[in-house]
T-cell receptor, first 113, second 114 residues
Framework: AQKVTQAQTEISVVEKEDVTLDCVYETRDTTYYLFWYKQPPSGELVFLIR??????QNEISGRYSWNFQKSTSSFNFTITASQVVDSAVYFCALRGAGNQFYFGTGTSLTVIP | ETGVTQTPRHLVMGMTNKKSLKCEQHLGHNAMYWYKQSAKKPLELMFV???????ENNSVPSRFSPECPNSSHLFLHLHTLQPEDSALYLC?????????????FGPGTRLTVT
């Protein structure tokens, strides 16, 4: 079975705080791909990052960083020094060998000025 | 135009109307998807097309009828909808290959059924 769990439904932080969004996945595929998307209030899902199952190297892009750990089946997303513009719903997703994507239920992040 | 476009952006229709949603991708992808996103609910996959062939239909009611004339265009034909069908309908596309490419989404059509 393929499944993505985002246990945090809503998170509120004060601007400039760091925040980590959790993502836990389940898959039986040996090759798979993990993604993070951002959905601002406008509604469009914006692709942020893709990680292949055979590449556990963590990645940093500006204030964003991702921690992929196969041992715990997790792919967590950290925003450093959060800003109001980071307020959005964030989705973690999984793709196995086929064309179907499995999305988590999303984490709604509110950054308070 | 670049990326994935959807028209119309907003649609209000009565339960007896017939309307169509259109999606077009300019990314050279060959897999296309329809998702439904209701308020306070997770994304629901509706249909998947791979090289114009439907490969997934997640028990979607027949009042939703997809059409994929080519790899760049995807339609969702709507008829005799119910108020609970009011939602944001998102189209997405991706490469259809073992490389596992990401999906790119359109801006969505916000549908209200009255």
């Amino acid at each position: 079975a393929q499944k993505v769990t985002q246990a945090q439904t809503e998170i509120s932080v004060v601007e400039k705080e760091d925040v980590t969004l959790d993502c836990v996945y389940e898959t039986r595929d040996t090759t798979y791909y993990l993604f993070w998307y951002k959905q601002p209030p406008s509604g469009e899902l914006v692709f942020l990052i893709r990680r292949n199952s055979f590449d556990e190297q963590n990645e940093i892009s500006g204030r964003y960083s991702w921690n992929f750990q196969k041992s715990t089946s997790s792919f967590n997303f950290t925003i450093t020094a959060s800003q109001v513009v980071d307020s959005a719903v964030y989705f973690c997703a999984l793709r196995g060998a086929g064309n179907q994507f499995y999305f988590g239920t999303g984490t709604s992040l509110t950054v308070i000025p | 135009e670049t990326g994935v476009t959807q028209t119309p952006r907003h649609l209000v229709m009565g339960m007896t109307n017939k309307k169509s949603l259109k999606c077009e991708q300019h990314l050279g992808h060959n897999a296309m998807y329809w998702y439904k996103q209701s308020a306070k609910k997770p994304l629901e996959l509706m249909f998947v097309y791979n090289f114009k062939e439907q490969t997934e239909n997640n028990s979607v009611p027949s009042r939703f009828s997809p059409e994929c004339p080519n790899s760049s265009h995807l339609f969702l034909h709507l008829h005799t909808l119910q108020p609970e069908d009011s939602a944001l309908y998102l189209c997405a596309s991706s490469h259809s290959r073992a490389g596992g490419g990401e999906q790119y989404f359109g801006p969505g059509t916000r549908l209200t059924v009255t």
